[in-house]
T-cell receptor
Framework: DQQVKQNSPSLSVQEGRISILNCDYT??????FLWYKKYPAEGPTFLIS?????DKNEDGRFTVFLNKSAKHLSLHIVPSQPGDSAVYFC????????????FGGGTRLMVKP | EPEVTQTPSHQVTQMGQEVILRCVPI?????FYWYRQILGQKVEFLVS????????KSEIFDDQFSVERPDGSNFTLKIRSTKLEDSAMYFC???????????FGSGTQLSVL
């Protein structure tokens, strides 16, 4: 089941630069998309979300872009900080499924000082 | 900030034994979830629970699994007869409303030997 895919298992970025994490989905019924961050030995922490009626949502250093025609979303972190180093999960839900989320496999982001 | 609390953090059991994983959701939350992540795989939805009954469940959540909210604070996941493939990190999550973000606990690492 590959309804949500994160094709890059890892990403390394220099502190202060932009981090771009990508996510693709196949299910047209998804209408709500989220990004979660996970540190070791902790549960996923909500970061930012976007509804399918929008194509961009911004919260401080974090911006999520949604391209519905391409079934693609991305998370931009700018400027990246060493504390951003974590695993980032893309997740989706749809058809009034509420918080029944389908997760991607995650991308490990390493921000180097 | 309020937290979802899970106990124990690690559980080791023999194949065929019953295990109960415990969670204390955030106190004013009404929707409760279990997710799991097998090592190296995606976070997967197991079950959602609202108003003292299961609202959604995945194919993984077969009749070996059950959930209960035995009192006003605890939310438990029981696996009746564990199998090797049940070894995973189990995350409890809760939210106040279906349109609000999920808060995850730190997880219980279940190892079935």
């Amino acid at each position: 089941d590959q309804q949500v895919k994160q094709n890059s298992p890892s990403l390394s970025v220099q502190e202060g630069r932009i981090s771009i994490l990508n996510c693709d989905y196949t299910n047209s019924m998804f209408d709500y998309f989220l990004w979660y961050k996970k540190y070791p030995a902790e549960g996923p922490t909500f970061l930012i979300s976007i509804s399918s009626i929008k194509d961009k949502n911004e919260d401080g250093r974090f911006t999520v872009f949604l391209n519905k025609s391409a079934k693609h979303l991305s998370l931009h972190i700018v400027p990246s900080q060493p504390g951003d180093s974590a695993v980032y999960f893309c997740a989706a839900s749809g058809d009034n499924a509420g918080n029944m989320l389908t997760f991607g496999g995650g991308t490990r982001l390493m921000v180097k000082p | 900030e309020p937290e979802v609390t899970q106990t124990p953090s690690h559980q080791v059991t023999q194949m065929g034994q019953e295990v109960i994983l415990r969670c204390v959701p955030i106190s004013n939350h009404l929707y409760f979830y279990w997710y799991r992540q097998i090592l190296g795989q995606k976070v997967e939805f197991l079950v959602s629970f609202y108003n003292n009954e299961i609202s959604e469940k995945s194919e993984i959540f077969d009749d070996q699994f059950s959930v209960e909210r035995p009192d006003g604070s605890n939310f438990t996941l029981k696996i009746r007869s564990t199998k090797l493939e049940d070894s995973a990190m189990y995350f409890c999550a809760s939210c106040r409303d279906l349109n609000e973000k999920l808060f995850f606990g730190s997880g219980t690492q279940l190892s079935v030997l």
